[in-house]
């Protein structure tokens, strides 16, 4: 540096380092929106999996209006899901409060929709809840 201020060479080797470090952190933001949508969405699916699990033991089940067989027949009891596969729809979950009725699907935007569908069947006498969008 001169008693008057920068060169035109330090100006010039500032700027590309600055270049650079944009450069850089550019790259690793490209894509961060999409993972943290599909992070939202995969903890989404998991609320939904796990309130239809823990429906599917309590008490409400005894009511037979919420879990069906693929068939469409209502189910009275657990062991009715055992010899094949049983879902339960999202909106038996908000009726009877196992989730809110205002949680919002991250891949839509807009709140949980009544026709979302959870499958639960059991393997090896472990059950299973998975989140599907068809029966």
């Known amino acids: 540096m001169n008693s008057k201020g920068f060169t035109l060479v330090e100006l010039v080797v500032a700027v590309g380092l600055l ?4 450069t850089i952190i550019a790259s690793n933001m490209v894509g961060l929106q999409s993972r943290q949508l ?6 989404y699916k998991e609320e939904l999996e796990h309130a239809a699990c823990f429906f599917l033991d309590s008490k409400y089940l005894s ?3 919420a879990v069906y067989k693929i ?15 049983c879902y339960v729809k ?3 979950l908000i009726n009877y409060g196992f989730i809110d009725k205002d949680l919002e699907n ?3 935007g807009f709140s949980v929709s009544g026709d979302e569908i959870i499958k639960i069947y059991f393997a ?3 059950k ?4 599907s969008t068809d029966v």
């Open 106 to 108: 991250p891949a839509t």
């Open 90 to 92: 999202a909106t038996s």
């Open 128 to 131: 299973t809840c998975k989140y």
């Open 71 to 85: 068939d469409d027949s209502f189910v009275s009891n657990k062991e009715e899901c055992m010899d094949s596969e």
């Open 124 to 126: 090896a006498g472990v």
């Open 38 to 43: 599909a992070a939202n969405y995969e903890a």
């Open 19 to 22: 270049a650079l470090l944009g």
């Open 63 to 65: 009511y037979g209006d």
